[in-house]
């Protein structure tokens, strides 16, 4: 079906068989399509439909774009998760199996690096695994986006209703304390919401760091420099993983948002949990090397932050003064009668007695 008009065409169950046969044989076309025609009038086909469609045939990016549009941004995080969790598997299977072979007496230990095949292999299975990262962190800048708003309009909802006319002051003051506990409660309620999902993601991403470091500390010493080379080429990119996701949570917590709270999900990420869950993602308590890690990336990004404010500072700075400058020269300069400008008395003074005995106005110089 045609996208470029804006009057939708066909009949729904059309779009949704298409759809449908998409999933099956060309997936990658998947989104883009439902992308394209979501704002057609009359609606194409059903958000709950899309989704699940796309969990049927695995078109992981639709699906997630289908729980977004719904506002299951948990569900969208977690599907993000599990895929990137397959794809951290896929990075082990690109490292070079240099310990099993050293086990078995097949390896030559001659072999001092990477060979380029291995290191492009690596590198395209980590590259997919930072692309679901970034996955998650556009799903949790979604959740900001999107719940702010519903804020916003809860609370211009509270405010016209505990506004409204009529009932005694008591009364009105009696509504409008209502209003805002409500209001107090729902904000409490979607700070809650994103705080959990930055603390999953936040989690999994730590947890990835983890296993890898133990990893690197459980090598064999006969393990060849290949191996630890592709290892550190790992942990290097999950640092930057780490790196990239507390940049936009501190952006996405600073003072102008308050629905967001660092503190409570360091805090979190701090306390040991009684859940006792395995795995990558499972909630637990950081060790000491990881915590100054966490925290030596966190004062990363805020010197980041600190260095874009500074330089924006000095812009406006160089701006605001640049016209404060023009502005005062400008106040020095005005006109001056020329020296041979007629001095009589009555109408035919001034200005005009200038311009008439063909005497010109001169413009006074700027004074530094």
Not at 121 to 132: N, P, Y
Not at 165 to 172: D, F, L, M, N, Q
Request: hydrophobic share 40%; charged share 20%; proline share 4%.
């Amino acid at each position: 079906p045609d996208s470029s008009q804006h009057t939708n065409r066909h009949p729904q169950r059309y779009h949704e068989r298409y759809l449908e046969l998409m999933c099956q044989h060309n997936p990658s076309h998947v989104l883009p399509y439902v992308r394209s025609h979501v704002d057609l009038s009359p609606e194409p086909f059903r958000l709950p439909y899309v989704r699940e469609i796309c969990d049927k045939y695995g078109v992981h990016d639709g699906l997630v774009w289908a729980l977004v549009r719904l506002g299951d941004f948990s569900g969208a995080l977690d599907t993000l998760l599990e895929q990137a969790d397959r794809e951290t598997e896929g990075v082990k299977a690109a490292i070079p199996a240099a310990d099993r072979e050293i086990e078995a007496g097949q390896l030559d230990a001659g072999q001092d690096a990477l060979s380029d095949a291995d290191r492009e292999r690596l590198v395209d299975s980590l590259d997919v695994a930072a692309r679901c990262i970034s996955g998650c962190v556009d799903v949790c800048k979604a959740a900001l986006t999107k719940l702010g708003r519903d804020v916003a309009a809860q609370q211009s909802t509270q405010l016209a209703n505990g506004s409204a006319p009529g009932g005694t002051r008591a009364e009105a003051d009696r509504a409008r304390d209502a209003a805002v506990r409500t209001q107090n409660d729902y904000r409490a309620m979607v700070g809650t919401q994103l705080c959990d999902l930055w603390l999953a993601l936040l989690r999994r991403v730590l947890g990835y760091l983890h296993c890898t470091g133990q990893t690197l500390d459980n090598l064999p010493l006969g393990a060849s420099p290949a191996t630890r080379e592709a290892w550190h080429l790992v942990s290097k990119r999950q640092r930057w993983m780490l790196h990239s996701v507390l940049d936009v949570l501190i952006s996405a917590a600073s003072p102008a948002s308050s629905l967001i709270s660092l503190r409570h999900i360091i805090q979190q990420l701090l306390v040991s949990s009684s859940s006792g869950g395995k795995g990558q993602g499972a909630a637990r308590s950081l060790g000491i090397a990881e915590i100054q890690h966490l925290l030596a990336v966190a004062v990363s990004a805020y010197k980041t932050e600190a260095q874009l404010m500074a330089l924006t500072n000095v812009l406006v700075d160089h701006d605001l003064f640049s016209t404060l400058v023009q502005l005062v020269r400008s106040q020095k300069q005005g006109w001056l009668a020329s020296a041979g400008a007629a001095t009589g008395t009555g109408a035919g003074t001034g200005a005009s007695a200038n311009i008439s005995s063909g005497n010109a106005l001169l413009p006074r110089q700027a004074s530094d």
